[in-house]
């Protein structure tokens, strides 16, 4: 039986007022293309929702104040800790293209009809989100009290 170490990382669910998430477009070099949240891996020291805000930020170009750590996301099959974070969006946040070698779009969208194929840690983050309770193959989901 051979163990992987976990990394661990971020999902942000950057939601506006309308209900709608934000979504990019992955091309990073090695993977298949998808849709993913904003987000990334944990630096060593750094709290799960400043990490988020940090990804996000990175990313999109969207500075927010605050989140919400929804849920942790361990995925079964191989490597992979992620932390939800739900985020608000700041009125009249702008997605830009800030990482054009990792995404080279993004878009607002209902979180339940978001386009594919849909990276696996963002349809574990969505689950937990959406379904807290409900089990997904291949993830053991954790919704944290809120």
């Not at 661990?8 to 934000?22: F, I, K, Q």
């Not at 974070?85 to 209902?110: F, K, N, Q, Y």
């Amino acid at each position: 039986m051979s163990l992987f170490r976990p990394v661990s990382g971020v999902g942000v669910v950057l939601e506006r007022a309308d209900g709608t998430v934000a979504v990019g477009h992955r091309i990073t070099a090695g993977e298949s293309p998808s849709w993913s949240f904003p987000g990334g891996h944990l630096e060593g020291g750094e709290p799960v929702v400043a990490a988020a805000l940090r990804e996000l930020a990175e990313e999109t170009g969207v500075v927010a104040a605050s989140g919400t750590l929804v849920a942790v996301c361990v995925r079964l099959d191989g490597p992979g800790v992620t932390f939800a974070v739900h985020v608000p969006a700041p009125a009249g946040a702008v997605l830009r293209v800030t990482e054009p070698h990792a995404t080279d779009s993004w878009t607002w969208t209902d979180p339940d009809a978001l386009p594919g194929p849909v990276f696996a840690h963002t349809a574990a983050v969505r689950h937990a989100w959406r379904r807290p309770g409900v089990a997904l193959d291949g993830w053991d989901l954790h919704r944290v009290a809120t």
